[in-house]
């Protein structure tokens, strides 16, 4: 049995010394741009008032979502918590079904049902989508367990943020994710997006131990940080670990130090709790520039290149605004379906009048 | 046919569906080496294994909701709680993820994860440890909530119950494990949910009750015919949720008058939501206003005297009955 690699150190990861001009690395950064875009327009029709409820968009995090999930394979499955737009979207998810169901339409993925914190597209292995911060995480748990269960070499790919390590179904789920990988049943690498600040809180203000890495190894989970803005570094990673947790069954855990640019959520406006200063600084580590820079000064990447590809996607979240616009609502008889499988509920009305 | 108690129809159930679908699989705390706190779970570990035969830390958050993930995956687990008082600290992964998923996904996944464990008073485990939690659980809708009185309805229900396709609060009375009664032999033997059922034929009045308050209505049903001459007509509900009221009413059409019976507490209990779909639906039928037959509204005492005064026994009962029967002057 190989010793586990463990990390303690705060060190961000260097990109993978072998790089070379492969066309993925082009189209990684086209996703990152359509999710960015697609992102903007969720907020701007939050704004105008067409999206309801609470809307939290991966702006500045991008790296993360589109560096993890391209190194998956076909049977792997994602849970993560309601900053999940990018994660459906980077999985394969219909962009039009995605601001459909944002807009709560019959068309959306979920029928309308879930919206924003709640996708799910189980065709592409998403499994959703949570709201209830870190309550996800003993599900992706059980998930890896299952897979490894039933003779897969599937792995669970579970996103939270720095905010879901202080639950206790946060420390439940890696007690016995670290168990169960001891019998090498718990093919699940989980990403820790430590964004700074669980909502308003900082990561000083909510934890008492900063290294959030360092509680993962508290229960026999092996660690490692990476600069969560860079694609290079996120991706191979990816690739190194996604291997390593495959052939064991056992968890390992990433945590991706980041930013997000946008507010907490879309009502976020004032964000009281970082200066602007602080923003402004972080957005000069754009993850999508940094990609951009790297592609035009190793791979000839033009500007007219980027143009392009801004447009495209400009144009795709136009595309998916007007498919969720020009969608029907969900049908009135929805309300009552997919509550149970069997034993459907009834119209309380119809039950008044036996 | 067989006589069984109803711990080994529990049991039986779980080894017989073990056997017949390697996806099914139980998880809880000392159910392995330990054998079970009530040994329904004895020799399991070592027919199964430690994979289907999962011993958990002491995490129902964690056991419950890897279990939710399981399920989504396609298998079947069934968790043990050590009592039914343990999974409100896994509330949240009961209510808001077994619950809520299927719905929120718009019917993409299936959530076949069964809960199962004692619950009740009875033998001085005072106030953290005799709870019950049928109408608790039984108020949201994304599961079903079952409290079987008969060991053949323990058995039938919890196959029923691990061969579904949605979360199952299997509500198991602590005080009826010893209880025998005849069991079908057929594997392939189910009790649905939702089909409540007439426990014994009556014109008088009609009680209606579920799990252990479930036999002791029939045992004074069985007392008042002797001494009195009064039939009593008893409904065991079998399931809370989903709800099945058509026998209740059918039953109430005829004798006109209705108790419930309950060990949980009066506010916003399992009765309140029986005598109030009666009120709604019966209400010209009525001759007199349904009464309730409950716990008093306090958390268990430890003294064996105040457990005995804390939940309803005979007197109870028949004071309800009489109450509707306008007999006690």
């Known amino acids: 049995m190989a010793k586990a690699k463990k990390e303690s150190s705060s060190a961000v990861a260097e990109p993978p010394a072998e790089f070379t001009c492969a066309p993925e690395w082009t189209d990684l950064l086209k996703e990152m741009i359509f999710i960015r875009r697609f992102e903007e327009a969720t907020e701007r029709e939050f704004r105008k008032g067409k999206i309801g409820g609470y809307l939290h968009v991966y702006i500045g995090q991008e790296a993360i979502a589109s560096g993890l999930i391209s190194a998956l394979k076909d049977d792997d499955v994602v849970f993560c918590g309601y900053r999940d737009h990018a994660q459906a979207l980077a999985l394969g998810s219909n962009p039009d079904k995605v601001m459909a169901e944002l807009f709560g339409k019959g068309t959306g993925i979920s029928k309308g049902k879930g919206g924003s914190m709640h996708l799910f597209d189980v065709e592409h292995g998403l499994y959703g989508g949570y709201g209830i911060v870190g309550g996800h995480l003993p599900l992706a748990a059980g998930a890896a367990y299952s897979m490894r269960y039933q003779g897969g070499d599937g792995i669970v790919l579970c996103y939270f943020g720095d905010g879901a390590m202080n639950i206790g179904s946060f420390h439940e789920a890696m007690n016995m994710a670290g168990l169960w990988g001891h019998q090498g049943m718990c093919p699940i690498v989980f990403i820790i997006e430590n964004n700074g600040y669980a909502m308003g809180t900082s990561v000083e203000r909510h934890s008492a131990l900063t290294d959030l890495s360092a509680r993962v190894r508290a229960y026999d989970i092996p660690t490692e940080k990476v600069d969560g803005q860079d694609i290079f570094a996120v991706r191979g990673v990816a690739d190194r670990v996604f291997r390593q947790v495959r052939e064991t069954g056992k968890p390992y855990c990433i945590e991706a130090v980041t930013y997000r640019f946008s507010g907490h959520g879309a009502a976020d406006i004032l964000q009281p709790y970082r200066p602007k200063e602080e923003v402004e600084k972080h957005r000069q580590r754009d993850p999508i520039s940094i990609l951009r820079t790297r592609l035009s000064e190793m791979c000839g990447l033009t500007d007219e290149d980027v143009k392009a590809m801004d447009e495209q996607a400009t144009e795709a979240a136009a595309k998916a605004v007007k498919f969720a616009e020009e969608s029907p609502q969900p049908d009135r008889e929805e309300l009552l379906k997919d509550v149970v499988a069997e034993h459907q509920p009834r119209w309380v009305a119809e039950d008044e009048t036996h | ?329």
Not at chain 2, 3 to 32: C, F, Q, T
Not at chain 2, 78 to 105: G, L
Not at chain 2, 251 to 261: D, E, G, L, Q
Request: aromatic share 6%.
């Open chain 2, 1 to 329: 046919m067989a006589e069984k108690s109803y711990r080994d129809a529990i049991r039986d159930a779980m080894i017989e569906e073990m056997d017949r679908d390697p996806n099914v699989l139980i998880m809880g705390e000392d159910i392995g080496v330990y054998e079970g706190t009530f040994r329904i779970t004895a020799g399991m570990l070592k027919k199964y294994g430690p994979k289907r035969v999962v011993d958990t830390p002491i995490a129902e958050a964690g056991m419950i909701g890897t279990a939710v993930g399981m399920a989504m995956l396609g298998l079947r687990p069934i968790v043990e709680m050590m009592t039914m008082n343990f999974s409100i600290v896994a509330a949240d992964q009961i209510i808001n993820h077994a619950a809520k998923v299927r719905y929120f996904s718009g019917g993409q996944v299936d959530v076949p994860i069964v809960v199962r464990g004692p619950q009740g008073a009875g033998v001085q485990l005072s106030a953290q440890h005799s709870q019950t939690f049928e109408s608790f659980y039984g108020h949201f809708p994304g599961m079903h909530v079952v409290a079987p009185a008969t060991p053949a309805d323990a058995k039938g229900m919890l196959k029923t119950a691990i061969r579904g396709k949605d979360p199952v609060l299997f509500l198991e009375s602590a005080a009826l494990y010893g209880m025998k009664g005849e069991v079908p032999d057929d594997p392939d033997f189910t009790v649905p949910f939702g089909k409540s059922r007439v426990a014994r034929e009556g014109k008088d009045v009609t009680i209606v009750s579920y799990s252990r308050m479930l036999q002791l209505s029939l045992q004074v049903a069985d007392k008042l015919w002797k001494d009195e001459g009064i039939e009593c007509e008893v409904i065991d509900l079998r399931s809370i949720r989903p709800l099945d009221m058509d026998p209740v009413y059918a039953s109430v059409a005829k004798t006109h008058r209705a108790v419930v019976v309950q060990e949980q507490w009066k506010l916003y209990g399992a009765g309140a939501e029986i005598a109030a779909s009666i009120t709604e639906n019966m209400f010209d039928e009525l001759d007199a206003p349904v009464a309730r037959v409950t716990g008093e509204d306090v958390p268990m005492p430890y003294a064996r005297n105040l457990e005995l005064l804390a939940t309803p026994h005979e007197p109870e009962i028949l004071a309800g009955i009489r109450r509707v029967m306008y007999a006690n002057g």
